[in-house]
Structure formats: structure tokens, C-alpha cells
């Protein structure tokens, strides 16, 4: 007797599952254009660094968009909750291993100030740079007015997962399209990994997408939940949405995908699957800039009941201008980011970000890839 | 010259195979209802403790039905083999390595006492729980009544492999539909892979069936005898099964995923493949209750001639309600697993179980799983 | 522009990536026949001891047919070679591993000596054991008559790969037609892994072939000439072969799957993907009656220009009769390969080798199978 | 909602995922032939040291030449730069491990020096063997006429990725046709992995093309860049090009797979692939007359800002005539691989290389290859 089926199971693939393909056109990397456009405002990398404590702080912020990228503030972490987050933080990187789930969900406990929200977008624009902020679906009601009048650039709301549709008994759904009506600030939000829920946001006004549900290296969703989809695919699936929006509304509404790179390859990589930008998390925690003192943790992590993450040692290993744009001598490719993705397009043929999208992908898994013989031999 | 295909090959997938795709609508997690039936008994979590000697005592089985589940105990164990069990549990956990599987061999040649199967049954009655007990098919005629004569609520009856037609010399096979019939208690049979069987063990009357062969933790059928099938393909084929039958006869049988499991990230891909509820061992043997003092064996472990198992130090990690409902400050997802699984059917916008059958899963092995960059690379 | 296909790439599988599906009736493991048939030889088991000199001597090859299999003596080794070849193979057991491949090299440069093939020939057949013995192509036509007249029961022809036709200036290829007309016993040969060859092969009217090009434990043909098919897709293909000459002839010509063997587990699928028996090396090296004393080596090992092997140390862990029949207390598969090959045709429901041919096979890789989160994090 | 594909994917395949199937026909060693030809020039083997200055030095090229096979002397070298390489040479290998990219980026920013380019030519010729030497195409027009006048045999162009049309601002890319029309000796370019690039390629008239990117054992393009195709992939659809070629031209470009090699095994693979010949680089770096002095490293491994590579310690062992053609007591395949490469030819049955093409190959990864269970154990 043959079984019918259940459901269809399809095959989704991550960074390491695949790689570029050269194109049959070759370009020299300085004549690559990577510019990066959320609604009126242009970035001259296609870079953002993530809304985590460990990563962005004003500092990092104001660095990050003196060199072309932007950096995205968390407005519930430690830096809102504290007049003086370095203690905090030194606190953190110091705590034994066994004990840093607890501390975290300690120090995450403690009230968020809306006077420390103004203050720091103030800090961030009074250097001179975009401010980004994000907020939690549950609480953009309370926040999202405030960073406004703090005159904040860019708002991003985002959890694990944020759809356009949300049911709940203590609080009343955020509606997207009333928010993006009220604020004069274009909305980003996220996650979000597949076509029909990528679709249904943009079809809200808003203005980028977040993409990627567990993928990061401090993040345990996937073996807590069991959820998440690799990134290559997510990132891939919502690129079609975004291409049938853009097709229905001439509005494009960029895809930037969060989470799991190491490596320049990975940049690349994400490009050439459909991302108009990267959100990078791990990596700018190694950044001397980085107030994580070579440590980083995931935004799940200090869930009171339900902690999904690990405080992982990172290390430090050059400044943000090192990691972004070199020079190195660290042939691992986490250094040089732009300098690896200008010269994957260059090789590609590709000579904007647009163009990379059209650059052939194969299936190709590290783990079988050939030549590597030293290195899986000293694993 | 093509050759002629021998036989077809279909694959199949395990836990770490697949991950769950988020929805399009988000709902919250205390909203979600996680209700388990088996005929007329209704249970507030879908999860039940397997009937191993490591994990179900009569103490352990009070403790989970207060917490809403249920255990079964193992009528052909420790626990009705000797008057004093705690001697021998202690006994096990204390065993060299290299002496155990004699040792357990040597344990479980005692002979079981129908006096102490009443007894155990009215322990757990007396504490106010609902019973379940299980026996193997071949000595169900002998036990069964014992159990049902000592009112037990619900009889299982298990062994690896267990179909609806056994051919015997030394006993005459099992007639299912007879024993569900002759018994006032619901009966679960297992266990079950493949749509076809657990289709015709549906159709005798029985009210559940336990799905998973050579999957668990301490159990290697599969190195044995080559024989198994991955739970995330064992489960969708026997949801497909059940939901055949129920369209043929109106009647619902839970479907029960069994082994394998070791995060609630897997609880949540088995509701996700279809499960109706997931009977846990290895996880909880890790609970402070569990008669196994951080160890766990598999039944088929003592088999004189051909032993199947192999003793794990599972360690204990906390108790019993800790492991189900949290609070914990561990984040590798061995805690809360109610918490994890309101959470995933959250993110999928899941009410109820049978909604949560709706969710899409993707094939996305772990082991090519982005962002894993530390964790692996300390392997 | 689409890249038009150099040549079709299919998958193989090998004995890691499947598992066998239990079936819809079951039956008690006592009941079921396993017997194996060459010709009109009968055994009662469908296992074969491999022609290899740390596997095969006259007192094992005895003791084989006693319990009720066949051990096959390699006529081109050291028992031909040495008049005392106990000194040699404590040589072999002794010597340092980085002198091995050498000493093999020197050692099976010795001359092969007529007189010991009788001699030994006349050791097995005064035990009262079935005596086979096996020849490459190269020497067929020199040994096989020596073997004949000293009554050999099987004759063996074996290389890496052996074909119905071979171009060769140095002899007149061998001829298998030929062959088995002059002989009065019944011939084997092999190695073959696909259907053509196969086929072909048993048009030339032999008894019985062997299936497995580099697989087994002590070879690295694979790594050295980049040949070879793994074995559940080369019994499966072969498998095909013969009822396809069956169809067409009448005449069944058992498969006999050869290497690769490390687990009760892969006899248990061998015969499930279509085997008619198997032919076992590593595991029975580890037998207290195998030659090797705990040591393994490859018979392409000794090659002079390119030795195509490795000396594996596999330890001595029972009696012969211990792996073949049990007891034990063994829970890794490497005992009782005959109770699991009888347990698992009880599960598929199967009462002979031929019913076993039909049972379902899923691919299902071991590597990525649930439950072995434990033994997985040790590696 | 089905969402529609962003772009296609296609799998890849490497050395270590496929396995050549037997013939069926068997054909003795020493009746293979194969010579290698390049426009008029024949080898009587078809192996190629690579352009590498761990490789390639004026005395290893001469001994290759007399081995019968051909060795490049990369131009933009240590050997060019320096008039006594073999200081250098002896400083990189005692470089310790954290600076040796540093000091890579310091040798190779002195100056090639065109009067040693003539005299390195001078010093191959006068050894009385075939001249290769390589360019990259930036330096093409200042480096070949150079070497045409010092009369080099053979003019590699070669980069990580080089297509038949290149965009730069910095130089008039290099025109190919004119290139070969200027030069009066065969040009072969590289490297290229796509069907597509590589029929143009030789559509301007190159008398070969070297297939690979990104899997040398000394290259990190992969991690770096995301960029790469596995070897038996690339190799099969550039062979389909160069048949694509041939039919609409009559000419025949050979392919040579370059990179990603280890052992006799992958050049049997390749071949099968469809190669014409091989270029192998960590192989011979093992070599006693290879300058490396025991180590590799690759030529994007010095790039000033983005260096691509690792220095890899591959040790010494064995001479270059033993690794090309033995005899050996090394089992794993590192040696003799002229040998392995003939005896996989005898076993599939063909004569020539051509033959050889039409191999038949399965995808068999050699991480689930049965039978390596002590290997793999000691991972």
C-alpha cells in the first residue's frame, strides 16, 4: 500500500551548502558600485550592524555610519536600562560561563528609561551619523513615539518572528500600516524567512525587511523551537517577494538578511541569493569599537522563562575599519568584508548590488568540498 | 545496458534533518491550547514518560499526572520484578561500564511477581493519577487482566516492532480487536513506522499508537539489526494513516512520536510532523524524580542472547517541573519544553495540536546549519 | 547558456545510509530459514569467510563449516607460501606500523608451492569441512587443476574486478565458459558491482558472484584508484542481474555480498538490498580462531608498486561461535549476527532469504539519525 | 501562497562525493597510453605541476619534463623577484605560523625583474626540457613578449577567475585572439569552471584551459569570497564545452583540472570527469626536489589587502619519480599515482583517456563509505 502523503517537505540550504559561480564576464573591483538605499537615505555599503548589545553602541553607532554603513540601536537593552552601561557590561564579560544566563536575565530585568532613549539617539545624531533604533512589536506603541521626537532616522521593529498579522490577549496587534502612516521615520521590520509572510509586510509600507529566523551564532532558536529556515533559502524566498511587490506597487523595498555570517563568502554569498544589504552581528562584536569586549549574546538570550542563546567568546580581532574594509593579514575572510564582496562582484561581472542577484549559484556543501584535506585532518 | 531498479529507495528524515517555518500569522503563546486525548481521558500537555525502568516509577508517574501528563510504567521491569527496586536501580547506576550489560542481563532474568504488578498499579491510583502500564505482546494475555483487575486507566502495549498479524509457534498471536474488546480500558499499541501497519493496528480499535523504531537515546536497533525508521518520516506516515482511518471510520487515534528526542526544539518538529503527543525518555531520566539516578538504559538492552542498548550517563539536570514548564536558566532547550512548544505554535500562528499539524517544515540538516561557527569548530 | 550534460551522475548508496523498514506482519525470529545454496551445496547459514590471510586457515575454514558456513582459503597467500605460516603471521602481528606495508610487500614475494595448495586443501576436506578456495584470474589456469585434483568443493576466482572479458598481452584471458565446463566443481567469482558486468558474468555459466568493490575495512582502493560502488546500491544492481538471468535462463546464480561489513546491522541490509548471503573479513578477524591475532590486512595490501591497503587492528573479542550465534553482551551489533539477521527478518516479516529480499529499504543516514546526541558528542 | 523561484539551483559535486564504476570489460595496466598533447607538443603522461612557488622552480621543472610530464614557472614569482630565491624560500619555511602572511605581503611587493624571467627560461630550456611559465592576465602584455623572446615552449595566462572579456579602468583588457595571433607558442588560460566561459574562452583560439576555483588545498577563495565550483563538477562541464568546441570547430582544446588533488584517486576522478590532464600543486610541493621545503602556500595568499590562502605544512615524502610512478610502500594513495591512474584505466576497460571519458561515475560520498569504521573512529 503506498502511503499518501502528509506534507510536502522541500529542501532549504544555508551559506555553507552553496557558492557563487564566476560569471563569464569579469569586472575589476573598483568599478563596483554597492550603494544601499532605504527609502531617501543612501549608505555607500550595503552593511548594517545589528540591534544588539554586545555590537551597537553610541560609539559603535556614530563609527559606523562615518564609514558608510549604519548601525541599529537596541532601545530595550542594556543601554536604556543604564545611565552607565560600561559597568554592565564589563560585568558581563567578566561572569563565569555558568553563571551568565542568570546575570542576563538579571540585568535584563531592570526597567527601561525613556529619558536614557532620548538621550541616546541624541548622543548618535549629535555625532553626526544616522540613528537606527529598533523596538519589539509588543512595545513600538510606547517606544516608537518617543524615538521620533528624539528625531530618530530610521525605526526598526523587530523579534524572532514578526508577521503583519498578530493575535493576542494583553495587548492590541500592532497595526504596520497605521505605524508607517504615523511616523515620519521609514519602518524596517523583522524576521521574517518566507514569501508570503515577506509579502504581506511590505504590502504594509513599510520600508525593509529583516531577514532571518535563527541563523545566528549566539542564538539557540532552532534546538529550543525547532524553528528557523538557512539563510540562503530565506533570503531567496523573500527576494520573490520583494521582485513580485515591486512588480505590483513600483515600490522596492530592500531585503537586508540578519544573522549567521562569519565570513566575507557569506556576505557574498547572502548578495548573490537576493539581499540588498547584510545585518551583521558576530562579526562587529570582534571589532575593538565593539562594547561586548569580545564576547556576544543573543537578544533571546535573557528570556525570563525560556532563554534561547549563548553568551559566546568572540574575541577581538581588528578595528571596524579593518573588518570592513581592510587592509589584513587574516586570510580566514573575516576581515575586508567590502574589499570580498566588490571582488566576488568583480569576478561575477556584477557591477552593482542588483546585478549580483543575477549571478548563478550552485549547491556545492563545504563539508565535501575537495582540497581541504590539512584542515579536516586536523579537526 | 540500464540496469532494472532491484527495489525503489525513498528517503527518509530524522529531528535533525528538518526545522519549522514560521508563519504568516503570529499568535501568542499563552493563547495556544495543547490538549491530548486518548479516548475519553483528556490530558492539559501532550507529553508522556516512557515506560522504562530509568524514567517511570509509580512516584514519577504520580508527579507527572499532576503536572497534566502522563508516565507509563513497565510492567515487565524492575518495578514488578522485585520488592524492593531502589536496591537494584542503585545497583545499575553504580555499575563499571564494562559490566553492565551483564549485570542488566543478569537483573531483569527475575522473575515478574503478578502481586507486585496490583501493587504498583494501586500505588499510583492511590496518589491520585491516572495509570498507564505497558506489557509485550506476548505476555499481554498473562498481564493484561492482572492490570485491569487492579484497575489500571490505560494499557500499552509495546515492543520494538509490534503489527496487527504475528506469526508464532510458541504463542498464539495477539488478536488485537479481541483485547480491546475484552478490556474496559483504552489500549495503545506500538511500536509502529509505516502507514500500513499502524493503518491495520488502527483498525483492530485500539486508541493510540506509539510511532518510532530504533530512534531513542539509549537503543541501538538499528546498529543491531539495520532496522529503523527516522521519527520526523515515521511520524508523517502514521498521521497520514491516522488520518486516513479517520476519514473511513470517523474515529480519531492519537498518534504518539516515541524516542529520540533530547530538546524541545524536537518536541515541536514532531507536533509539526504530525504528532498528536511525544513520549519522552532520555529527557526525563534527567529529571530529579527519575528512578534512574542520571542514567538510562533501553528495554531491549537486557535481552540475554542479542542485547539492543547501551547505558547512558544522562546526568540529572533539574526537576521533573523545571524540565516541563521552566523557569531555567539553561538555553540548549532540555527545559520548559511546554514553554518551547506554546512558543514554536506561537511563531507558526497555532491554536491548537491539530493546527500545529499545518505548519510547513523545510529539510535543512543541522550539521550544514549556519552561524554555528564556534560551537563547531570546537568539536 | 545552458551547459549541456558530459555524462548522468547517479547516487549510490552504501550500508551507513539506509535502514530497513519493519513490515506489516511480523513473525517469531525461531521460525524463519535462512539457508544458503551454491550449486547443490547446501549451508545453513548464508555466511562466508573471506579469502584473506588474517581470516582463513584450514583450522578455521573447519570450523566454519562446522557451524554451518563456508570459509574460503586464499590460494595465492601465506598458507601457500610457508610450510609454517604461524611464524609469518606472528611477524605480521608484530611488526611496528610504519614497517608493515613493507614486510607484507616482502612476504608475499615468496613463492607459491603446489604441494602446500594440495596439502592444505587435504587439511580442510580431513576435517570433514565444505572446502573453498579461491584464485586470482592471472593464476586460474595454473592453480584450479591442482585444487581439482585435490577435491576441492568451490572454487573461487577473485581480483579487485573481475570481468567476463579481459584484455591482457601478458596471458591468453581467461575464459569463464571454458572454465566451468573443465571443472567439475562448482566456480564463483568476482568482484562485480554493477548489472552489466554482472549479467554478463553469469552467462558464463558460473555458480555464484561477489559484489563490493572497495568497501571493506582493510582496502583503500577507493583512495588510491578513486574505483568503487558502495555496497547497497552494488547488491542491489547485482540483485537485478540475477533475476533477470533467471528470468532468462532458469537458473538462480546466487549474489554473495562482499566487504564492508563491520555490524550485524549491515548483514541484516545486505540481505534486505537483495544479498543471497555474505562474505565477511573484519569481523571475523576478530574471532579467537582468525590467524590474524587482532591484526587485519587487505590482500591488494602486499601489491609491490602500489599497495592499495591498510593493517587495521581489530582486536580479538570472542569465539566464532560467539559472533555468529551469541550469547553475548555485546550491544554494538559485532555478535549474534545470526540471531539479528533472524530477528530483523521477524520484524520485516519474513521466513526466508527470499522474503527478505522483498523488505522495504529507506535512506536514511545514520549520521544524521536522531537519539545519538550522547555518543554523537563524544566523537 | 507557492512562492515563485528567485533562481535555480543546481548541485555541485566534488572529488570525495563521486566514485568511478567498474567496466565491463577489464583491460591489463600496462596496455594503457596516456599521452597528453598540447596544440603540437606531447607528454607521455598527462600531470602538470603547478604555477606555484612552493612547486615550480627552473630544477623541478627540468626533472618533470624528463618524468615526461610538464611543470609551469610562475613569472610574478619568488623566482623572478629574486636573483637567490632559495633564501626567500628557506625564510617562508621558517616563518612562524602567525606572521608567515605578513612576510608573504613583503615578498611579494619587490619587484619582478624581466632580466630574470629570460634567465629563468634560459636555465629550464638548457636543461633540455619543455618551457611553461604563467602570467597573470593584468601583466600579460609586459611579461609574453618578454618570454616569447626567451623562447618559452608554452604561455599560461593565468588568475583566480578569467573570462574572454574583462571590464577595467585601469588597463585595455586583454584581448585573447590577438594574443594568440602575437605569440607563435599555445596559450593556455585559467582558470574557468563553466560551460559557458570556458567555450568562449576557447573560442578565441587558446590552445587550453585550466578548470578550478577556489579548491586548492592552499586556498581560502572559498571562505573568502563564497566563490567556487567543485572540481568533478567544474571538470565535466567544461569537458562538455570543449565537445561542444570540437563539434562546431574541429579543433581540440584539452581541459586540465587544476587544484583540489590529494591523492591518485582524484586524478583517476577527474580524468573520468572528462579532464585531459591534471595540475596538481600540494601533491608535489610534497616532493624532495620541490622548493617548498615542505610547505605550500597559493598565490592569492600574498594579496597586500585581501590575502586568500593559508601557508600548509605538507612535508617531504618521497622523490617526484616515486610520487609520479612509485614504487611505494605509501597505501594511501600519495604515491605512484601515474600507477593508480593506469590501473583505474585497466579496471574500467579503457585504453586511452578518451576512454577513459566514458566512464561511468556514481555520486558516493566518501564520508558515509562503509567499512571505514576504524578509520573514522580515530577522527
Same mark, same amino acid.
Given at each position: 500500500?503506498?502511503?499518501?502523503?502528509?506534507?510536502?517537505?522541500?529542501?532549504?540550504?544555508?551559506?555553507?551548502?552553496?557558492?557563487?559561480?564566476?560569471?563569464?564576464?569579469?569586472?575589476?573591483?573598483?568599478?563596483?558600485?554597492?550603494?544601499?538605499?532605504?527609502?531617501?537615505?543612501?549608505?555607500?555599503?550595503?552593511?548594517?550592524?545589528?540591534?544588539?548589545?554586545?555590537?551597537?553602541?553610541?560609539?559603535?553607532?556614530?563609527?559606523?555610519?562615518?564609514?558608510?554603513?549604519?548601525?541599529?540601536?537596541?532601545?530595550?537593552?542594556?543601554?536604556?536600562?543604564?545611565?552607565?552601561?560600561?559597568?554592565?557590561?564589563?560585568?558581563?564579560?567578566?561572569?563565569?560561563?555558568?553563571?551568565?544566563?542568570?546575570?542576563?536575565?538579571?540585568?535584563?530585568?531592570?526597567?527601561?528609561?525613556?529619558?536614557?532613549?532620548?538621550?541616546?539617539?541624541?548622543?548618535?545624531?549629535?555625532?553626526?551619523?544616522?540613528?537606527?533604533?529598533?523596538?519589539?512589536?509588543?512595545?513600538?506603541?510606547?517606544?516608537?513615539?518617543?524615538?521620533?521626537?528624539?528625531?530618530?532616522?530610521? &525605526?526598526? *521593529?523587530?523579534?524572532?518572528?514578526? #508577521? +503583519?498579522?498578530?493575535?493576542?490577549?494583553?495587548? /492590541?496587534?500592532?497595526? %504596520?500600516? =497605521?505605524?508607517?502612516?504615523?511616523?515620519?521615520?521609514?519602518?524596517?521590520?523583522?524576521?521574517?524567512?518566507?514569501?508570503?509572510?515577506?509579502?504581506?509586510?511590505?504590502?504594509?509600507?513599510?520600508?525593509?525587511?529583516?531577514?532571518?529566523?535563527?541563523?545566528?551564532?549566539?542564538?539557540?532558536?532552532?534546538?529550543? &523551537?525547532? *524553528?528557523?529556515?538557512?539563510?540562503? #533559502? +530565506?533570503?531567496?524566498?523573500?527576494?520573490?517577494? /520583494?521582485?513580485?511587490? %515591486?512588480? =505590483?506597487?513600483?515600490?522596492?523595498?530592500?531585503?537586508?538578511?540578519?544573522?549567521?555570517?562569519?565570513?566575507?563568502?557569506?556576505?557574498?554569498?547572502?548578495?548573490?541569493?537576493?539581499?540588498?544589504?547584510?545585518?551583521?552581528?558576530?562579526?562587529?562584536?570582534?571589532?575593538?569599537?565593539?562594547?561586548?569586549?569580545?564576547?556576544?549574546?543573543?537578544?533571546?538570550?535573557?528570556?525570563?522563562?525560556?532563554?534561547?542563546?549563548?553568551?559566546?567568546?568572540?574575541?577581538?580581532?581588528?578595528?571596524?575599519?579593518?573588518?570592513?574594509?581592510?587592509?589584513?593579514?587574516?586570510?580566514?575572510?573575516?576581515?575586508?568584508?567590502?574589499?570580498?564582496?566588490?571582488?566576488?562582484?568583480?569576478?561575477?561581472?556584477?557591477?552593482?548590488?542588483?546585478?549580483?542577484?543575477?549571478?548563478?549559484?550552485?549547491?556545492?556543501?563545504?563539508?565535501?568540498?575537495?582540497?581541504?584535506?590539512?584542515?579536516?585532518?586536523?579537526?
Amino acid at each position: 500500500m503506498t502511503s499518501p502523503q502528509f506534507k510536502e517537505l522541500h529542501r532549504a540550504y544555508g551559506f555553507d551548502e552553496v557558492a557563487i559561480v564566476p560569471g563569464d564576464l569579469t569586472i575589476n573591483p573598483d568599478q563596483t558600485n554597492i550603494d544601499f538605499k532605504v527609502d531617501n537615505l543612501t549608505f555607500s555599503i550595503p552593511v548594517i550592524a545589528a540591534a544588539m548589545d554586545a555590537v551597537t553602541d553610541t560609539g559603535f553607532a556614530i563609527k559606523m555610519s562615518k564609514l558608510g554603513g549604519l548601525a541599529v540601536l537596541n532601545l530595550e537593552g542594556i543601554q536604556t536600562r543604564y545611565d552607565n552601561p560600561e559597568e554592565i557590561l564589563a560585568e558581563i564579560a567578566q561572569a563565569p560561563g555558568g553563571e551568565v544566563t542568570s546575570l542576563l536575565q538579571k540585568v535584563y530585568s531592570q526597567p527601561i528609561k525613556e529619558s536614557l532613549i532620548s538621550q541616546r539617539i541624541q548622543e548618535i545624531k549629535g555625532g553626526g551619523a544616522v540613528c537606527a533604533v529598533s523596538v519589539t512589536p509588543a512595545n513600538t506603541k510606547r517606544f516608537a513615539p518617543v524615538a521620533s521626537e528624539a528625531q530618530a532616522d530610521i &525605526l526598526v *521593529v523587530q523579534s524572532t518572528v514578526t #508577521t +503583519a498579522r498578530h493575535i493576542s490577549k494583553s495587548y /492590541r496587534g500592532l497595526i %504596520f500600516s =497605521e505605524l508607517c502612516q504615523s511616523m515620519s521615520m521609514p519602518v524596517i521590520v523583522g524576521n521574517c524567512v518566507n514569501y508570503s509572510a515577506c509579502l504581506e509586510l511590505m504590502r504594509t509600507g513599510i520600508c525593509g525587511v529583516l531577514v532571518g529566523v535563527g541563523p545566528g551564532a549566539a542564538c539557540t532558536t532552532r534546538e529550543v &523551537l525547532g *524553528v528557523g529556515v538557512p539563510q540562503i #533559502t +530565506a533570503t531567496m524566498d523573500c527576494a520573490a517577494a /520583494r521582485d513580485t511587490y %515591486f512588480n =505590483e506597487s513600483g515600490r522596492y523595498v530592500p531585503i537586508i538578511t540578519d544573522g549567521g555570517f562569519r565570513r566575507g563568502g557569506e556576505v557574498c554569498k547572502a548578495v548573490a541569493a537576493g539581499a540588498d544589504a547584510v545585518m551583521l552581528g558576530s562579526i562587529f562584536a570582534q571589532a575593538k569599537e565593539a562594547p561586548g569586549r569580545g564576547y556576544h549574546w543573543g537578544m533571546s538570550h535573557p528570556h525570563p522563562a525560556l532563554p534561547r542563546g549563548t553568551r559566546i567568546e568572540v574575541g577581538t580581532t581588528g578595528s571596524l575599519e579593518q573588518i570592513l574594509f581592510g587592509p589584513t593579514s587574516v586570510t580566514d575572510g573575516s576581515q575586508n568584508l567590502v574589499g570580498a564582496l566588490r571582488t566576488a562582484m568583480g569576478v561575477c561581472g556584477a557591477s552593482t548590488i542588483k546585478e549580483m542577484h543575477q549571478a548563478k549559484i550552485v549547491i556545492a556543501p563545504a563539508i565535501t568540498t575537495e582540497g581541504k584535506f590539512w584542515q579536516l585532518s586536523k579537526l
